[in-house]
């Protein structure tokens, strides 16, 4: 039984920062890439980062290239996704998701198909 669980987000002033939290249980954290999604209202999902299980390769969208960051912790079964230079147009629901299976490489793409848990989201809203 995987279970996936998004924290941190909130509101927050445009140019202001914001980090988020994802704990995974049920699986070996330590062997799967991991990725963030975001949906806003009357959008589709998409891809904002991944990161291979090890950690030492990233893969960003270009609306987030040099604001946002994303790591992990395998001790703690924990990803992060570090938030800068928030605009508006960042405001979306932000979910956390493990691919399919154990050392399955992250798309540069970010392909969403290729993850199959996901949490339930947290809500990032920037505004004045």
């Known amino acids: 039984q995987v279970l996936v669980e998004e924290s941190g987000g909130g509101l927050v002033q445009p140019g202001g920062s914001l980090n988020l939290t994802c704990t995974a249980s049920?699986?070996?954290?330590?062997?799967?890439?991991m990725g963030w999604f975001r949906q806003a209202p009357g959008k589709e999902r998409e891809g904002v980062s991944c990161?291979?299980?090890?950690?030492?390769?990233?893969y960003y969208a270009d609306f987030v290239k040099g604001r946002f960051t994303i790591s992990r912790d395998n001790a703690k079964n924990t990803l992060y996704l570090q938030m800068k230079s928030l605009k508006p147009e960042d405001t979306a629901m932000y979910y956390c998701?493990?691919?399919?299976?154990?050392?399955?490489?992250?798309?540069?793409?970010?392909?969403?198909?290729?993850?199959?848990?996901w949490g339930q989201g947290t809500q990032v809203t920037v505004s004045s």
């Open positions: 998701a493990a691919v399919r299976r154990p050392y399955v490489f992250c798309s540069e793409s970010l392909a969403q198909d290729e993850y199959t848990y």
């Open positions: 049920g699986l070996s954290f330590d062997r799967y890439a």
């Open positions: 990161i291979m299980w090890s950690g030492g390769i990233t």
